[in-house]
Structures are given as C-alpha cells and as structure tokens.
C-alpha cells in the first residue's frame, strides 16, 4: 500500500504564491512519473504538469512560466510552486504518482485533493 498526502492549499488573492506537497510513503520500489491535476467545479479534471524521473516535466499552457513542478526523490515528495496566480486558477488540485512497489506491481496513486481558491 502507498499513501499520499498533499498540502499547501489555500485562499490568496491574485498575483500571489502558493506552494503545493505531495508526500508519498509506504510499500514504494521507485516512483515514476509524477503529476499534478486540477478540477474546477463544473469542469473536467485537467493536466497541470507533470515531471518524470529524469526529471523531464511537461505543463498546460495556462499555468506556463507560473507555475514549476519539481521532486526531492529522497523524500518521495512533488512540489508545485504557484506565482502569479489567477482566479481561473481556482480549483481542488490532486497529485497522482504512478507507483512500482516492492513486489514490483506498477500503480497509479491519486491524493485526497487540495482546494486552492483565487480571489479577485
């Protein structure tokens, strides 16, 4: 079993900072490719970045030169570092980890969301 538990979130006006965790522990071989996904209400849940284990990462083009997405492998741990934030911005943000774990099964691994709220 893997767990993760996200933090960070939280209410801000526009033009500020928040900083997103996501701490994965338990049964963990290696963590592969790490993301980071937010749902608006009413809308579907969207790719907001994503970083593999050469540390390659990838970002919508909406939080592009905002937001940055990085991992501290010894700590099993993604970040998601958001500056000038918008109030489109505004949404629960999950992390998903793509897991092998010691029996060398390879899962996918949602948190419990984080709200993040933008206001005007």
């Known amino acids: 079993q893997v767990q993760l538990v996200e933090s960070g979130g939280g209410l801000v006006q526009a033009g500020g900072s928040l900083r997103l965790s996501c701490a994965a522990s338990?049964?963990?071989?290696?963590?592969?490719?790490m993301g980071w996904y937010r749902q608006a209400p009413g809308k579907q849940r969207e790719l907001v970045a994503d970083i593999t284990t050469g540390t390659s990462t990838n970002y919508a083009d909406s939080v592009k030169g905002r937001f940055t997405i990085s991992r501290d492998n010894a700590k099993n741990t993604m970040y998601l570092q958001m500056n000038s934030l918008k109030p489109e911005d505004t949404a629960v943000y999950y992390c998903?980890?793509?897991?092998?774990?010691?029996?060398?099964?390879?899962?996918?691994?949602w948190g419990q969301g984080t709200q993040v709220t933008v206001s005007s």
């Open positions: 998903r980890l793509i897991v092998t774990t010691l029996n060398l099964v390879t899962y996918m691994y």
């Open positions: 338990g049964s963990i071989f290696k963590i592969n490719n």
